[in-house]
């Protein structure tokens, strides 16, 4: 595939056509992935339909464009997702993993009882939630019928460089087949969760991601899916789930309706100076142990704060907990990193070697995993 970046006039051309071409979907008001109550799954004519996406693709001026190219090999397998739900209606964006299975996010298909999803090229189709998984905010859907023309995606399993070029696909307020393009700005981000947890190893990029783009492909210009699309905060910043925690949470939920996350049992923060200044370390690298959760699987392993202290305005910073430095051979230089070991490395059960920092001494300790908690 040709590297060659298209030209501002290329790209904005392609990219035109391909929004004119992406009308399809119900109105909605802007705001949320919902849509408005319908009493059947088929799409308002008047905006067109997906057919007009492939006549538009064929009349593209700028055939040597990576974007389109990259557009060209993935959109057929990207779907829109509608959701009935007790409370009315909802919806997103899936893409194809395997011949039957959709990826989509936990959140899109959340209270769901009944599934539809529509590819560029076919009707609406039902489909069927296998599992979802809220820890990671991913769900797999079994799809009742693909079109010829839908074929799997591949997913990267390392996550992409800084600065790598990408599109978003999916269905922002329901104008379906949209795509957005940017970098990769940022790797290792964690998302936090409403249950006090958090999803390690997100992407953050500065392709434009709405409502709707939920739980569509976040695709480099070589075609291989490196996330999930699972949120936009604004200002130029969208998370995606990586492809690592994807192509290990999916299988599992497929194979056994469920993905097992490992758990520890403790309160960390990541050290800071004033944690480095109070606790006599050497330098603001690790992360800090802050509390021990009673008859977790670190109660009697490591030592949480034995006080709190205030210094330069800030209270409430812990003193004489362990500090933990490396997971294996792996080094942890913030809470970010131990977050993502935890999730792409180990399941629960594992005994894992575990290095601190105690009263300014290095030490190993083993630690087995227990399984996350409901919470």
């Known amino acids: ?191 936090r969760l409403p249950n006090n947890f958090s999803i390690p190893d997100a992407i953050q990029t500065d392709a434009a991601v709405n409502p709707g783009n939920s739980g569509g492909p976040l695709v480099t210009l070589d075609g291989d899916v490196v996330g999930v699309i699972n949120a936009g905060s604004g200002d130029n910043v969208g998370f995606a789930i990586s492809g690592a925690l994807t192509r290990r949470v999916v299988p599992a939920l497929i194979e056994d309706g469920e993905f097992d996350h490992s758990y520890m049992g403790v309160r960390l923060r990541s050290v800071d100076p004033l944690h480095a200044e109070v606790n006599d370390l050497e330098e603001a690298s690790g992360v800090y142990i802050h509390e021990v959760v009673s008859n977790s699987p670190s109660d009697g392993v490591f030592r949480g704060s034995t006080e709190t202290v205030a210094r330069n305005g800030v209270s409430n910073i812990g003193v004489g907990g362990d500090v933990i430095v490396a997971m294996e051979d792996t080094p942890i230089p913030q809470q970010e990193a131990l977050s993502s070991f935890l999730a792409l490395e180990t399941s629960p059960g594992d005994t894992i070697e575990v290095t601190v920092i105690r009263d300014g001494e290095e030490r190993t300790v083993d630690l087995t995993l227990g399984e996350r908690p409901e919470l």
Request: net charge negative; aromatic share 6%; hydrophobic share 35%.
């Open 1 to 191: 595939m040709g590297t060659q970046r298209p030209s501002r006039r290329g790209f904005l051309t392609a990219c035109a056509g391909l929004l004119a071409a992406g009308v399809a979907g119900c109105s909605a008001a802007p705001g949320g992935d919902g849509e408005s109550p319908a009493s059947t799954p088929e799409p308002d004519a008047s905006l067109g339909d997906e057919s007009a996406a492939v006549e538009q693709l064929s009349r593209s001026e700028d055939e040597d464009s990576p974007y389109v190219a990259a557009y060209r090999a993935t959109y057929q397998s990207v779907a829109r997702i509608r959701v009935y739900t007790q409370s009315g209606t909802g919806g997103g964006t899936g893409w194809l993993y395997d011949e039957s299975h959709l990826v989509t996010n936990q959140h899109v298909v959340d209270g769901a009882s009944d599934v539809y999803v529509r590819f560029p090229e076919g009707g609406w189709t039902s489909a069927s939630v296998v599992a979802a998984d809220t820890d990671s905010d991913l769900a797999v859907l079994d799809v009742a019928e693909t079109p010829e023309s839908a074929t799997a995606l591949p997913l990267r399993a390392e996550d992409p460089a800084v600065g790598t070029e990408v599109i978003a696909i999916g269905n922002p307020f329901q104008r379906t087949g949209s795509v957005s393009a940017g970098i990769v700005s940022g790797t290792d981000r964690t998302l």
